[in-house]
């Protein structure tokens, strides 16, 4: 279920003197099973671009192709668009409203009307994907658990859904360290085990890096950067320009290399940058014995 | 250390106590915060960071044990208003801690409520918008900021009662990393250049990493403190509580291992860079 957005162009408040545009000349293809990494400083169009994705904002100007179908034409079922399309909005466990785990993950499903056994299928089959035991935590009250498993029951919410395309504004902001490798590590799953395609938003640059296979990088309402994380992180003074900054390992391979080292500009994690520097060191270490 | 200026001793806290839910927050927490230090407290979800942070002010008081903040007892309700004006506290979510409609409003509303006269407030104000860089938007509406404004507003109004320590209970977890830094930089400017003691409750190993003193929380005690270098050294321990270190000390962890004489109490990228090329 490919994504297709042409010349999209979203203004707030159109008309009024308080009018803000919050996008505009956004073409991005998002192909069947990619895992994109959408980020952008505070302010710079993400949420409104990612809104469009399920039809919950319209296009001031151009368009929005899910599966061929225009979300803004008469044709679109936009019911349909938003079951196949999940989003996950950021602090979702506000969102959170049931009287038990269960009924809250069941919410989505009861309204499309399915029966009630395909409804516990569903949840169960969600609970279990996100890591939580339907069984022990289904009948607990969702405002008894800690910030990361309440982010998981929202998170399973949109999955009981059964969309093709989910899109995760934030889902680990405000978790410790372990918390956010548990959901992004779910998050994962789901992309390489269920073929989802992933939207991801994040300020997180070092860790979309690690999870993305692509990253769109959006400043000031429009697509600044777009490529695999090895390709944007060696832009580091586009990102340094909109305010995003650099990860710490791409910051050292590029003083390094401005210091005139042989080494890799892309590597993003620890162990590549470990490797590029133990070998250019024992070179280095070859050279000097050469000449001695 | 300079002179102490709060002071746990033996802290104690139970949410619930006596009852079927009771949770030990705090379990026996000795620490002595000097006056004019930085202090980063870091800690795995629920280890008791923010309990401790609102014993700061007397938001919660000890179930058991004693704070003080410049010698007052937090229990005497007497010393209550002292005690709130003297620690300000800046909390996570940028959104709900703003609540008038123009930027200078906001920033007065706490040495209004302290009674301040009216032009001393005005003074105030604008210097506590010039302290955290905000002066030039003391007419703007809050809700038209970016997220780091806003915490920086938030921090002015704590200024505005003069307090002689700012805490940070998670107040850039919600920012994106220019908020961040914006709201990291003017706290370490004004611990610096005003002598304001600062506590910084974070996530972000990288941020704890500029402080004077790190203290590490676990399940309610104190499980390390010390220098960052200290701290960040032992990798091993941190990592068991599901803390990651900062990226520049995995790295050197690792050059180790492969025999590189890379030194054991490095930090930040710039050191790293000397390490590599020396000058």
Redesign the interface.
Known sequence: MPILIEGLEHVYMAGTPRQVTAITGIDLMIADGEFIGLIG???SGKSTLVQHLNGLLRPTRGRVLVDGVDLGGPKADLRSVRQKVGLVFQYPEHQLFEETVFDDVAFGPRNLGLPESEVRKRVERALEIVGLSPGAIGRRSPFAL???QTRRVAIAGVLAMEPKVLVLDEPA???????RNEILGHVLDLHRQHGLTVVLVS?N??EVARLAQRLVVMAGGRIVLSGTPREVFSQGDVLGQV???M???P??MA??RR???DVRADALT??E??SE??RY?HRDANRVRAHA | MTEPFITLERVTYSYNPGQEAELLALDGVDLCIGSGEFIAII????SGKSTLAKHLNALLIPTQGVVRVSGMDTREPGNLWEVRRSVGMVF?NPDNQLVATVVEEDVAFGPENLGVPPSEIRVRVAQALRLVGMGEHALRAPHLL???QKQRVAIAGVLAMKPRCLVLD?AT???????R?EVLATARRLNREEGLTVVHIT?F??EAAGADRVVVMDRGRIFLEGSPREVFRQVRKLERL???V???V??AG??RA?G?PVPDDLLF?EE??EF??PS
């Open positions: 400083p505070t302010g800690s910030g990361g902001a405000g978790l410790d360290p372990r918390g300020h640059l070092e305010g995003l900054g990860p710490a390992i910051r050292l003083e390094l210091r005139g080292k620890v162990e940058a470990t520097i133990v060191w | 800690g795995p979800n629920g996570q970016s997220g780091g998670e977890a919600m920012l994106d990393p220019s908020g830094d996530h190993m990288e599901g803390l990651e900062p990226s520049m995995a790295l690792r050059l492969e590189l990228v790293m860079v590599l090329c």
